[in-house]
């Protein structure tokens, strides 16, 4: 990167707002996601839509990429940026621009952080569904192209599902607006395919979501098992019985351990192989009907015991070991790799005894905190990475869980996407022909694939690749 190109941005968003010295630098070389680094070329930091929009401009006339970054809580690499790019933080877009109480609506800046949105429009008995358990820092930004879910997306849906428009700047500057806040648009369903597209498409820098009634009644039950087997046949057993809870998680004993030896102590049973945390929520007679059917449920299932609680503070103390697991197990060891697959519900069983396996197979520590209701893995590991054949075996391990999950009839991500750590798995479910067909989607928003390079299409494989190399030959 030259002092051309400095001056240039710095001349858009002044030059506090770019950074380009090594130890700035460094503060990006990573996401949530410790097997992944690169050192951006520079990183700049936008005040508004505008500048935005002149960055991507200057970047699309002198044909330099750009990768967009929210928060830097994503778990695939997905907001890395070598040193060829430019990194575009978004954090400084934090305004909630609209909210509209009466259609439901609100309409906000990508950095605005997703708690602080539900926070915002809880005056209003109004809530904005999707719950990463990263919602105390990851922006909806962030959470749009990723197409993030979390615990209460098994009821209402993962963020595409409350997404209604979004104003995009597109990689060569122009702006366009997809999907109307007045209803469902005609032709396609353009949001859809921006929702997920992991930065490749452009920037979201206005994003207008749904927002939801609070429910009437909420009821949080805590299940403990001695098996971890019990507790997966158990959340098979609750679906089955035509229940869908508004949330459904499983934690296993090293999970519960880190979470009872930190300060997010949540009053769980160590002992447990596993526990399940349950809520239910809606109309306060049907929420009492549909508990004691679970509570059944569970004990038939092999629950030791079952704890249930109304009153907000006693559930939010139930729900803290869970959305703190992460910060928990950061205690463990110096790195958690979290990792993030998918399995038929009905899967879960055998998938939760092959990981175990894999565990003893690495000698690694895992532990498991996962939307079990989604089947929605999400194995932990806690490793040193300054220990080069521990991570090596860090990253065997991974591969074989994705592997046995793909053999389970899953997928090798059920939320935190692709970005660089999927890459490699991506032929094992996609034919090259099919991935050839996503580079095309890909090139319709960006010909010169500058936005987000070598990220989520694996080029090596598509099929058009394969045909230039045999051309060649
Ligand atoms: C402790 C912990 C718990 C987590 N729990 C969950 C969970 O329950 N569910 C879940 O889905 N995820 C979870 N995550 C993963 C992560 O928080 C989500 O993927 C989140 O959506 C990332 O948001 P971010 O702002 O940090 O984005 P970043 O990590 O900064 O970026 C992620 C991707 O989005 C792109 N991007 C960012 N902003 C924009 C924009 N405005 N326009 C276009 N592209 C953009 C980036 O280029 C990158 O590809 C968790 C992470 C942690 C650390």
Known sequence: MNSFLFDALARIVGSRWVKHRRGELATYSMDGLPTHEAIPGVVVMPGSPHEVRELVRLLHLIQVPFVARGAGTGLSGGALAEEDAVLITLTRLNRILRVDGVRRRASVEPGVVNARLSEAVAPLGLQYVPDPSSQAAC??????????GGPHCLKYGVTTNHIVSLEVVLPDGSVTRLGSEQGEPWGPDLVGLFVGSEGMFGIATEITVRLEQMPESVRTMLADFTTVRAASEAVSSIISAGIVPAALEMMDQACVAAVEASIYAAGYPTDAAAVLLVE?????????????????ILLESGARAVRSASALGDRARLWQGRKKAFGAMGRIAPDLAVQDAVVPRSALPGIMDRIEEIRKQYRLTISNVFHAGDGNLHPNISFDRRDPATAARVQLACRDIMAACVAAGGSITGEHGVGSDKLDYMPWIFDAETLGAMRAVRRVFDPAERANPGKVVPVHACREWHAVKSARA
């Open 139 to 148: 922006t909806i930004g962030g959470n749009v192209a990723e197409n993030a």
């Open 280 to 296: 239910l929520d809606g109309q306060s007679e049907a929420v009492g009907g549909e508990a004691q059917t679970v509570e059944n």
